[in-house]
């Protein structure tokens, strides 16, 4: 009885490695449109979200300019996931929303940009304070303070819809991956 009580701690133990490690995809279901929400970009642009996105595929991650402990690391990320899809993938977009609009202009957007080495298919945005919740709820994510932001990363695809998202923090292999295969 002990040694079938341990095959089946190490199974489990298995697959949960294996689930941990899977940080590229895990599928929102079903997916969900981009809400026709108006964002401002870095450079003071205002557009509705689903003309920035749509026609090409995204990652985005949700973050605030002030921050000193998980946006940076999603910054790193995103810098991390650009230089790996390299030129030759121009078509996807990295996107950076923050959750703080009542301080994060264009001025912070383009600053969280320089300061993460983004270049031209990473653009950050905000929306109005009042459309945050619903924008999170798009994500399937719900309003929260903003020291409890999420880590993951959420795919959409050209035509809008969020698919998926990852495991918190993802590897930017498997993000890179992820947007290379995205319709």
Not at 20 to 31: E, K, T, Y
Not at 41 to 59: C, E, F, H, K, W
Not at 66 to 86: D, I, M, Q, Y
Request: hydrophobic share 45%.
């Amino acid at each position: 009885m002990r040694l079938a009580s341990i095959r089946l701690l190490l199974s489990s133990a298995a697959v949960w490695v294996a689930m941990a490690a899977d940080h590229g995809f895990g599928p929102l279901l079903p997916p969900r449109d981009l809400p026709p929400l108006e964002v401002t970009n870095q450079d003071g642009v205002s557009m509705p979200l689903t003309s920035l996105i749509r026609g090409r595929p995204a990652a985005v991650q949700f973050m605030f300019t002030s921050c000193r402990t998980a946006c940076p690391l999603l910054g790193n990320l995103f810098h991390s996931v650009e230089k790996r899809l390299g030129p030759g993938n121009s078509g996807a977009m990295l996107l950076s929303i923050s959750i703080d609009p009542e301080h994060d202009g264009p001025a912070d957007l383009k600053g969280w940009l320089a300061k993460h080495q983004a270049g031209p298919r990473w653009q950050a945005v905000t929306v109005q304070p009042a459309q945050t919740k619903a924008l999170l709820a798009a994500f399937g994510l719900e309003e929260v303070p903003r020291v409890a932001h999420t880590t993951q990363v959420f795919y959409v695809s050209s035509k809008g819809l969020i698919l998926g998202r990852t495991t918190p923090l993802p590897e930017a292999a498997a993000v890179a991956a992820e947007l290379r295969r995205a319709p």
